[in-house]
Each structure stands twice: as C-alpha cells, then as structure tokens.
C-alpha cells in the first residue's frame, strides 16, 4: 500500500531509527517451517481440509439445493479467511455453482495464525485442494477464484510445470504489486524491519484508504475477530516475496483466465497488474479477458456494486461450458 506523501517524513526518520538498530543485531524472517519430509492421505470432510502434510484447515462448503454444474474454488486475501465470499454465495448457487473456501495457513482459525507459512505451502495446499476437490466432482468443471493475495497464491499454482487440470481462474485484483514498482524507502523499510524487528505488529490505520465503497461491510470486518488487524512485519515480507513471485510468473501462466480490477482499487497499483495482463503468453491471448469498472475498489465482490461483478463472473463461467477434454 503507498505511503501517503505528508507520511513521507515519519518514514524517513523511522528509517533511520530502524537503520540504527541494524547494525546492532540483526535476524531473519521467523517463518513456520515444516518437517523436511511428510506423508499423509489428504482428505475433505464437512468442515476440514486435511492438506499434505496432515494440516487441518478449516473448510467452508456452499452447495445448491439441486444440480451442480460448476465448482467454484475461493481462495481469499491476505488478512482474510474464508468467509470472505459468503455475500456471495446465494448468487452462485441459484446460478448452479458450488463454492469451496478454506482458511490459508496463517490466517482465520488455523493453528499458526499470523505466522507465514512460505508461498511454496501456500501453493502446495491449493493444489492438493483443487485434486480433492475434482475426485469429489470428477465430471464437474471446476474454476479457482483467487482474491488480492489468493490470486498471488492461484497463479503461482497455475505457473508451475505440472499445475493442476481446471476450467479456468478468475482472478479478483491479483496482488503482484512487485518490488520495483514500490517507493524505494518502503521497500529497504521493509527489508530491514524483516531481518530486524520481524516479531513487530503494524496496522494499515495511519495509511487512510479506502478497500470498498460498502462502508457497513467493511464496519463488519473491523468487528470480526477473524479478520487480522495486526500484522507482524515478517508476513508483510513473506507476501512481498509471494507477489514478486506472481508478477514474475506471467510468462508461465496458461490457463483460461478472467481478470476483474477496479479501477478505484487503492490497495494493489494498477500498473503492475496491467503490465502482468500484457505479460499473458501470446499463445493463449486469446485465452485472457480483463474487465474493469470504473468504480469499483479493492473488494470487488463486497463492494456495493458486487452484483454485476458475480453476473460478469457467471457469464464467463458459461462461456466456457465445454470442458477440456485434457481434464
């Protein structure tokens, strides 16, 4: 998120504050690490996803009253859990859509909430998901929906050299805001505070942005003890490397995608995600739309217009009705 200018100062000499202790002591991002090797049957119960490693995260499931005719896998944004598309989830199913969520590691009511478990188990967990999901619906087309940071997680999932068989991705203001194209200070501010400070919990309070124009919604958010408010300067660094990760990934995206941005959208910069869209491989151009509304913000699907967002999402889930015969 850019710093606002009259901040500019306060940044400066928190810099230089931070840049003291430095060369005092110096660590390194405290990340979740894992066993360096696991076996485990991953499984999908009513209200658990038991992942590769036999992690329980937590598992939401809105089924329509009758038929299916397509899957809908939510992959939500950073400080977020899997809720984040309950506003959502009548619309899809009068529409014959099934919507799975579950609570990324680190975030809603896992076990290492506010802890960064490394992009690569975020990835890794979002495949194994997407499998267990198609042997539940094996005939079922099955689509992702990465919102903010579950559409870092999604596409670098779908840039891997085997990534997993699926209709298509909609990704919701994907964050691949990268490096370069954040002020310099913020991001030396950042380096040094992750290998300084990185157990210091900052909020986004003092940035004053807007992330939707539905203000009772996100009044809900703030009550919501669910939602992270505080966020230890570690993760901050962990989703940096994962959207530099996803930015840098363009070129092995393949998949069907649709691509929603607004253009009020004071959370990921719209230039990087331009320049990822124009990025796409030239062989599956063809492949790739992108929509954006005039005056839509950051939660796109919360947003008081979300309504034509989930019809623009239907209407090109029904576009691509014929199913790859690869799957």
């Known amino acids: 998120m850019p710093f606002l200018p009259s901040l500019r100062y306060k940044v400066a000499f928190l810099f230089f504050k931070i ?4 060369f005092l002591t110096a660590c390194s991002p405290n990340f979740v690490t894992l066993p360096s090797s696991v076996s485990s049957s991953p499984s999908i119960s009513e ?4 992942s590769y490693d036999n992690t329980e995260l937590p598992l939401r499931v809105w089924l329509p009253s009758h038929e299916i005719n397509g899957v809908i896998i939510a992959v939500h944004g950073f400080n977020d859990y899997s809720n984040f598309i309950k506003n959502s989830v009548s619309f899809f199913n009068n529409q014959k859509l099934a919507v799975y969520s579950y609570d990324q590691r680190g975030f809603g009511e896992t076990g290492t909430r506010g802890r ?18 198609k042997e539940t619906h094996p005939h079922i087309p099955i689509y992702i929906l990465g919102d903010s940071m579950g559409g870092a997680v999604t596409i670098v999932t779908m840039a891997k050299k085997n990534p997993p068989k699926v209709n298509g991705v909609i990704l919701i203001a994907p964050a691949v805001w990268v490096r370069s194209e954040m002020p310099f200070y913020q991001r030396w501010l950042l380096w040094i505070a992750a290998h300084t400070i990185p157990w210091k919990k900052v909020t ?12 009772e919604m996100l009044k809900e958010l703030g009550k919501d003890p669910l939602v992270i408010k505080e ?12 959207m530099d990760e996803a930015y840098r990934s363009a070129e092995l995206f393949t998949t069907k ?5 607004g253009k009020k959208d004071e959370i990921i910069p719209r230039k990087p995600v331009f320049e990822f869209y124009k990025r796409l491989p030239s062989a599956v151009q063809g492949q790739q739309q992108m929509i954006l509304y005039e005056n839509g913000y950051h939660m796109l699907l919360r947003d008081l217009q979300s309504e034509i967002v989930m019809k623009d999402i239907v209407d090109w889930i029904n ?6 015969s690869s799957l």
């Open 257 to 261: 995608s649709l691509l929603l941005y």
């Open 231 to 242: 966020t230890r300067i570690d993760v901050l660094y962990g989703l940096s490397n994962l």
């Open 204 to 215: 986004s309070e003092f940035l004053e942005i807007t992330a939707s124009d539905n203000i």
């Open 47 to 50: 209200h658990i996803f038991t």
């Open 116 to 133: 960064w478990s490394g992009r690569q188990t975020l990835s890794n967990d979002l495949t194994t998901f997407i499998k267990l999901v």
């Open 19 to 22: 840049g003291i202790v430095f």
């Open 319 to 324: 576009d691509q009705a014929k199913p790859l």
